[in-house]
């Protein structure tokens, strides 16, 4: 007797822990597209101080790629000698913009 008390306890709890569990799984976090306005453009629309400060600050990195946004500001990935991507923004002028500016 005392097995089929143990089994209907142990199956009850494994039936609601399941159950418990498919709630969890119903819950959808909100997803946010974040359109930041850079469109691609070519190495050759730098301006020359902003390339004179890319070779000054990153001598070894090459560019990825390069994107201007309405404002002017360039958004710039340079590669890095190691191998990582860095992303950063700079203005027309060669000034670097940190990201609460942006």
Do not use: C
Not at 11 to 35: C, D, L, P
Not at 36 to 59: G, N
Request: charged share 25%; net charge positive.
């Amino acid at each position: 007797m005392k097995k089929y008390i143990l089994f209907s306890i142990v199956v009850f709890a494994t039936i609601m822990s399941a159950h418990a569990y498919s709630y969890q799984m119903g819950k959808v976090s909100k997803i946010e597209m974040v359109n930041d306005d850079y469109e691609r453009i070519p190495s050759s629309e730098l301006t020359p101080a902003v390339v004179e400060e890319i070779l000054k600050e990153y001598p070894t990195s090459k560019l990825g790629a390069a994107y201007r946004n309405s404002k002017g500001i360039f958004k710039l990935v340079m590669v890095l000698k190691s191998g990582t991507r860095r992303t950063v923004y700079i203005d027309p002028y060669g000034n670097w913009i940190t990201n609460k500016k942006r």
